[in-house]
């Protein structure tokens, strides 16, 4: 069973900083997409960004703030947030493909607030 294990959520100021780590149980140089996705109260869970080994895709509400990196020998996955604004409050979750199945972390709080 791949896990995949999230990190880095917390409380932050408008115009704060964080990075997002996700971190999987074996190797992800097989998972492709891999990405972020995020879910406010009372909203529907949509994309943030995903990054395959040759293209990087990111919402246009981040686009300029957020930045998608990997690392295959880490095993993980990283969402830099940068700007972050009260609107990116949700709770974040990793995903990734692999062998036709979709794999989902637990997912980590963000809360943008002063």
């Known amino acids: 069973q791949v896990q995949l294990v999230e990190s880095g959520g917390g409380l932050v100021q408008p115009g704060g900083s964080l990075r997002l780590s996700c971190t999987a149980s074996?190797?992800?140089?097989?998972?492709?997409?891999m990405g972020w996705y995020r879910q406010a109260p009372g909203k529907e869970r949509e994309l943030v960004a995903t990054?395959?080994?040759?293209?990087?895709n990111y919402v246009d509400s981040v686009k300029g703030r957020f930045t998608i990196s990997r690392d295959n020998v880490k095993t993980t996955v990283y969402l830099d947030m940068n700007s972050l604004r009260p609107e990116d409050t949700a709770v974040y979750y990793c995903?990734?493909?692999?062998?036709?199945?979709?794999?989902w972390g637990q997912g980590t709080q963000v809360t943008v607030s002063s």
């Open positions: 990054i395959t080994s040759g293209s990087i």
């Open positions: 995903y990734a493909r692999f062998l036709g199945r979709d794999l």
């Open positions: 074996r190797s992800i140089f097989s998972f492709s997409p």
